[in-house]
T-cell receptor, first 114, second 109 residues
Framework: DAGVIQSPRHEVTEMGQEVTLRCKPI?????LFWYRQTMMRGLELLIY????????DSGMPEDRFSAKMPNASFSTLKIQPSEPRDSAVYFC????????????FGSGTRLTVV | AQRVTQPEKLLSVFKGAPVELKCNYS??????LFWYVQYSRQRLQLLLR??SRESIKGFTADLNKGETSFHLKKPFAQEEDSAMYYC???????????FGEGTQLTVNP
């Protein structure tokens, strides 16, 4: 298994542009999580899905952020319009129900908004 | 509500010295505790889980329910141990993990 796959690895965009981050979870995992990591706030849970359904999006900072999971093998996190304060590393993670190994994380997308 | 506290944001030790990264939690039931490690600019990786009582890369962690702690220890730190360490808790109600704020460990030569 290739693990959790995220793309792109790096993204540099101008303020005001739309940014789409992508994630492919591990096959068979029914939970998917989006996290944001910054020096100031550490690791923040933005949203998570169970069986493709959003369960808790209370961590999504603003309406500029949206996430979808159209099927079990793909999820997107979109920021529109992007702002410099959105610059961070965004991680996707997946897990199976009751998985004794916790989460498996992707390599992250390093977003820079200039 | 479940909460994880890592009181030290930064920890610096010399190579060969013992190291302990503190983790305290609050949860009303029986939690599962994990330690994750993140080396520079890499993904978070599972280091160990309390239920397996294992030792990985020389690290151990014991769940102390009386003190609600799950401190990570290593008797002799190595330079390659320098990384960010996150303690995480999973309650019995679901798969969601609650992470602490992390401790950046630096092992000096």
């Amino acid at each position: 298994d290739a693990g959790v796959i995220q793309s792109p690895r790096h993204e540099v965009t101008e303020m005001g542009q739309e940014v789409t981050l992508r994630c492919k979870p591990i096959s068979g995992h029914d939970y998917l999580f989006w996290y944001r990591q910054t020096m100031m706030r550490g690791l923040e849970l933005l949203i998570y899905f169970n069986n493709n359904v959003p369960i808790d999006d209370s961590g999504m900072p603003e309406d500029r952020f949206s996430a979808k999971m159209p099927n079990a093998s793909f999820s997107t996190l979109k920021i529109q319009p992007s702002e410099p304060r959105d610059s961070a590393v965004y991680f996707c993670a997946s897990s199976g129900t009751g998985a004794i190994y916790g989460y498996t994380f992707g390599s992250g997308t390093r977003l820079t908004v200039v | 509500a479940q909460r994880v506290t890592q009181p030290e944001k930064l920890l610096s030790v010399f190579k060969g010295a013992p190291v302990e990264l503190k983790c305290n939690y609050s949860y009303s039931g029986s939690p599962e505790l994990f330690w994750y490690v993140q080396y520079s600019r890499q993904r978070l990786q599972l280091l160990l889980r309390h239920i397996s009582r294992e030792s990985i890369k020389g690290f151990t962690a014991d769940l102390n329910k009386g003190e609600t702690s799950f401190h990570l220890k290593k008797p002799f730190a190595q330079e390659e141990d320098s990384a960010m360490y996150y303690c995480a808790l999973r309650g019995t109600s679901g798969s969601r993990l609650t992470f602490g704020e992390g401790t950046q460990l630096t092992v000096n030569p």
